[in-house]
Every structure is written in structure tokens, then in C-alpha cells.
């Protein structure tokens, strides 16, 4: 029996609204679908969250294990309703929100599902209408190909330009788009990413984004060149991941770079930066089930890390501009083994590390925060002179010897004592 032929035997007014006997099919045979192990009993339907591998880099842990992705199928004539109970441990946040569409090719929408906390985890009832089919996630899930026909569309009516940087290990195209034709060395290139955690429903911005400088924010590309990523990790989308390439390599916080058999998607990345060093980089990421425990707002960067004082002038008077954002949250964030801290080594690069929106703000908060964000980068990054920051053609970066000193001194000062943290939970 196949998991997406596995059916559910419905045993008779188990629930009020049940009246006969019938069989509910349980759908994980899609793109983006995610489960662990499940099991029935009448008409609740226990499920396990999939597990990816945790991230154990830079002294630190990230799980990412918190997402699912399912479809139910009615076969009957009647309406019904299915229990679904979400086995986790304690220590994992309770969604808010149940998100469900009728089409696994649509994104998904939040809907009216309540949630409550029950001994195994979580539990939430939906209503099966007759003969159809529901999906239903906790997070704001975005297929992959609902954002590659929408980027499509932009580049077919040559608004933007498409740069295939590489491919992913499943073989899809990995994906840059550009808003000029030709790399004007003289503009500043600020380049904007999403979706290397697949479930987080991020990419979003870089759809607002691209729509807003195609439009009211269009007088900017005279200024500045603009590098749109909204697909950073396309594999992940397919196989339902939450924060994973396929190999389950999480490349943003493990972003291995040389490694083009585990992690192409790293790989062709670097190379495609290593071409076009952007100015400013910032990846979208966004909150989903974390609800008030956390906060929207960027990952900064101390800027004894940025080489040349004019530098680290610009990105505290970004970081600044960022943090004057209404009710938003910053923090500080420094992982050598990270992407954005590999561009600055490497390019100078200003990075925000993460700009974290929240899905529980709502679709509208995400959208016009994510424009937000950049329109107050390039407000402030205009009258700014970025002409030594990056060097050109690419090379070394010469740090002067007070630069080299302070920035080792700074990593060895953050990770003290995590080092230390961890010498002591091994003895
Ligand atoms: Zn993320």
C-alpha cells in the first residue's frame, strides 16, 4: 500500500457530523508534501512531523523540524470531519493558524481552523466537504511553480532579465533575475534573496519587491543595480522541506561552498557572487509557527567586521534606518560558517543576514514590510560612495593590520564562551 493510497477507515458517528461509513484518503504525493510516520484510530488521524537533519554548525543547533504539508481526500457524498492530532514535544511552538488550500498548486491561505495544545502536541478538526479534496499546512505554503510562472511572466514581457547561475542536485534550474541587462560596474548592486527555508512562505517579499521596482519604485534602477534570488533552494520545495537541499545540507547556516556534489546550490551561488559581488545583500526569512515568542527585524552585523571605515559607516547608518521600523526587532548575528558572513570576508559585502518577517502579522504585513525594508536601504544608501567598497575585478581584500586584529579578536570574543559551553556538555 502506497502512503498516498493509505485510507483512512471511518468508523460511524465517531463525530456528530458523521452519519455513514466512508473512506477519507490521506494525500502526500505532491510537491512540497511533508509527514513523518501517521496512524488513524476512527476518525483522528495522528501524524509525526518529518524529520530533516538538525544544523549543528558554529557551535550551535538549529531544528527546523516544524513544519507539515498534507491533502485529504473525501470520497463520499457526505461532509466530514477528520481530527487531526500533530505529535511534538513540548519544547516546539503551537501554530496559530491551520493554512489550507483546495489545490496543492496554490498557495495556501490561512483559515479559520482552531488550534489547541493537547498531551501529544497539537490537535485542529477540519471539515471535508463532500467528494473534494483539502490541503492543509502551518505554514503559509508557496509552491514552486506558482513563483516560477510569476517570474516567468515578468521576464517574458522583458521587464526583467533571467540568469541561470547553476543547478540544483535535482537538476532545476537555479535562478538570478536581473533588472538591467548589462552589470553597470559604476551602480552599487544590492541583490535581494528568499526560499532557502522553503517552508517559511518567505518568498513573498521578493515577489512585493520585484512588483514594487517594476512600478512606483522604478526611478531606483537608474541609481542602483538590482539582483533578485527568489528561489534560493528550489530542491526543497519539491520534497516538502523545511529548512534542507536535498542532501540535507541547511546552506544557510551551513553554507558549503566547495562542496558541489552535497550542495550545488551553495556552489553555483558562490560562483555567481563571485562575478558580481553585490554591494548589499539581504535574504528574506520569515517566522511561522514561533508566534509572539518572536519578533520581525534584521539580522545585523557588528561593523568591526566590515573593512574601511567608510564601510562601516554605511552599514550602521543602514542598520540604523532598518531598526527605526515600528515594533520591529533586531538582532545580532555572527555565523563564519553562514553565507552573508562568507560575503563580507570574502567581497565586503553589506549584509543583512536575515531580514525575518512573521506570518502572523498576515499576508498584507509581509508584503509591504518586505518593500519597506528595501525602500529604506536605498533611501539611505543614496549620496553614499560605495566606489572602494568592493574591489573590481574581485580579488583579495586588503584589510590593514588594526582591521585584521580587531575582527579576530571580535569572532574569538562571540564564540568564547560557546566554545566553552560546549567543552563542558561533552565532560
Ligand atoms: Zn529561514
Known amino acids: 500500500m502506497t502512503k498516498s493510497h493509505y485510507l483512512l477507515n471511518i468508523l460511524v458517528n465517531a463525530l456528530p457530523m458523521l452519519s455513514s461509513n466512508t473512506n477519507i484518503e490521506l494525500l502526500v504525493d505532491y510537491d512540497g508534501a511533508s509527514l513523518g510516520a501517521y496512524s488513524e484510530e476512527g476518525t483522528s488521524l495522528t501524524c509525526a512531523l518529518s524529520e530533516e537533519p538538525l544544523v549543528d554548525i558554529d557551535y550551535e543547533i538549529h531544528d527546523y523540524n516544524l513544519h507539515f504539508n498534507f491533502g485529504l481526500s473525501n470520497?463520499?457524498?457526505?461532509?466530514?470531519?477528520?481530527?487531526?492530532?500533530?505529535?511534538?514535544?513540548?519544547?516546539?511552538?503551537?501554530?496559530?493558524?491551520?493554512?489550507?488550500?483546495?489545490?496543492?498548486?496554490?498557495?495556501?491561505?490561512?483559515?479559520?481552523?482552531?488550534?489547541?495544545?493537547?498531551?501529544?502536541?497539537?490537535?485542529?478538526?477540519?471539515?471535508?466537504?463532500?467528494?473534494?479534496?483539502?490541503?492543509?499546512?502551518?505554514?503559509?505554503?508557496?509552491?514552486?511553480?506558482?513563483?516560477?510562472?510569476?517570474f516567468d511572466e515578468y521576464v517574458k514581457s522583458n521587464y526583467i532579465h533571467k540568469l541561470n547561475y547553476g543547478k540544483s542536485v535535482l537538476g532545476h534550474d537555479l535562478n538570478a533575475f536581473t533588472l538591467y541587462s548589462k552589470r553597470n560596474e559604476k551602480l552599487p548592486l544590492i541583490c535581494i534573496s528568499s526560499g532557502i527555508h522553503p517552508a517559511e512562505g518567505d518568498?513573498?517579499?521578493?515577489?512585493?519587491?520585484?512588483?514594487?521596482?517594476?512600478?512606483?519604485?522604478?526611478?531606483?534602477?537608474?541609481?542602483?543595480?538590482?539582483?533578485?534570488?527568489?528561489?534560493?533552494n528550489p530542491d526543497?520545495?519539491?520534497?516538502?522541506?523545511?529548512?534542507?537541499?536535498?542532501?540535507?545540507?541547511?546552506?544557510?547556516?551551513?553554507?558549503?561552498?566547495?562542496?558541489?556534489?552535497?550542495?550545488?546550490?551553495?556552489?553555483?551561488?558562490?560562483?555567481?557572487?563571485?562575478?558580481?559581488?553585490?554591494?548589499?545583500?539581504?535574504?528574506?526569512?520569515?517566522?511561522?509557527?514561533?508566534?509572539?515568542?518572536?519578533?520581525?527585524?534584521?539580522?545585523?552585523?557588528?561593523?568591526?567586521l566590515y573593512t574601511s571605515k567608510?564601510?562601516?559607516?554605511?552599514?550602521?547608518?543602514?542598520?540604523?534606518?532598518?531598526?527605526?521600523?515600528?515594533?520591529?526587532?533586531?538582532?545580532?548575528?555572527?555565523?563564519?560558517?553562514?553565507?552573508?558572513?562568507?560575503?563580507?570576508?570574502?567581497f565586503n559585502t553589506i549584509t543583512f543576514a536575515k531580514y525575518h518577517l512573521h506570518q502572523g502579522y498576515g499576508i498584507n504585513h509581509m508584503r509591504d514590510l518586505s518593500v519597506e525594508v528595501i525602500e529604506k536601504i536605498i533611501k539611505s544608501s543614496y549620496g553614499c560612495d560605495f566606489t572602494t567598497q568592493i574591489l573590481q575585478p574581485y580579488g583579495p581584500l586588503k584589510r590593514t593590520f588594526n582591521e585584521i586584529i580587531k575582527q579576530t579578536l571580535y569572532v574569538q570574543r562571540y564564540y568564547l564562551p560557546k566554545k566553552l559551553k560546549r567543552l563542558l556538555e561533552k565532560h
Not at 123 to 148: E, G
Not at 276 to 298: A, C, L, M, R, V
Request: aromatic share 12%; charged share 15%.
Open 75 to 150: 470520497h463520499s457524498e457526505e461532509h466530514k470531519q477528520i481530527k487531526v492530532i500533530i505529535q511534538q514535544t513540548d519544547k516546539k511552538p503551537i501554530p496559530d493558524a491551520i493554512w489550507s488550500s483546495t489545490s496543492p498548486s496554490n498557495c495556501f491561505l490561512e483559515s479559520k481552523v482552531e488550534v489547541t495544545k493537547c498531551p501529544a502536541g497539537y490537535a485542529f478538526t477540519v471539515d471535508l466537504p463532500p467528494m473534494s479534496k483539502r490541503y492543509f499546512s502551518n505554514t503559509m505554503w508557496k509552491p514552486l511553480k506558482n513563483i516560477t510562472l510569476k
Open 203 to 232: 518568498t513573498i517579499s521578493t515577489v512585493a519587491i520585484t512588483e514594487w521596482l517594476l512600478n512606483e519604485g522604478n526611478h531606483h534602477n537608474s541609481a542602483f543595480d538590482f539582483m533578485i534570488i527568489p528561489v534560493l
Open 236 to 304: 526543497g520545495f519539491i520534497s516538502g522541506k523545511n529548512g534542507c537541499n536535498h542532501n540535507g545540507v541547511n546552506f544557510f547556516w551551513d553554507f558549503q561552498k566547495y562542496n558541489i556534489q552535497a550542495c550545488p546550490e551553495a556552489h553555483y551561488l558562490w560562483n555567481l557572487f563571485q562575478t558580481s559581488p553585490p554591494n548589499i545583500y539581504i535574504d528574506f526569512h520569515s517566522y511561522t509557527t514561533q508566534g509572539q515568542s518572536k519578533q520581525f527585524g534584521p539580522y545585523l552585523k557588528n561593523p568591526v
Open 310 to 346: 567608510n564601510t562601516r559607516h554605511i552599514s550602521l547608518e543602514l542598520s540604523k534606518e532598518l531598526e527605526k521600523i515600528p515594533n520591529s526587532r533586531s538582532q545580532i548575528l555572527l555565523s563564519p560558517a553562514s553565507l552573508p558572513y562568507n560575503m563580507t570576508k570574502e
